[in-house]
């Protein structure tokens, strides 16, 4: 399955109710699973960004979708990176000409 790295940002709203933050995570898993995907990691961050998730998706249209409803709540904004295992970089690289 793709895995996908969400960099996170509070909006006004979602720093205002931090301490419902723990809730809206575990909603957000349970979002991307239904999705066929998981969550694998979650780490709260300090500097530019709020928080990061590492995740993993069907598909890269299965995780835009998911995203897209989790930050139409409101309380997120988000950055997704499609990241390549080691494996997938070094298919990728040999195909190189």
């Known amino acids: 399955m793709p895995t996908y790295i969400t960099l996170i940002r509070y ?3 979602g720093i205002e109710n931090a301490k419902e933050s723990p809730a809206r995570l575990e909603k957000a898993k349970r979002a991307i699973k239904a999705a066929g995907g998981e969550m694998k990691a979650f780490y709260l961050t300090m500097g530019q960004y709020d928080a990061v998730a590492i995740s993993e998706a069907p598909s890269d249209e299965a995780f835009t979708t998911t995203m897209l409803n989790i930050a139409s709540a409101g309380s997120i904004r988000t950055e997704t990176l ?3 295992t080691e494996e997938e970089y070094r298919k990728i690289i040999s195909s190189l000409r």
Do not use: D
């Open 11 to 13: 909006t006004q709203r």
């Open 82 to 84: 499609r990241a390549f």
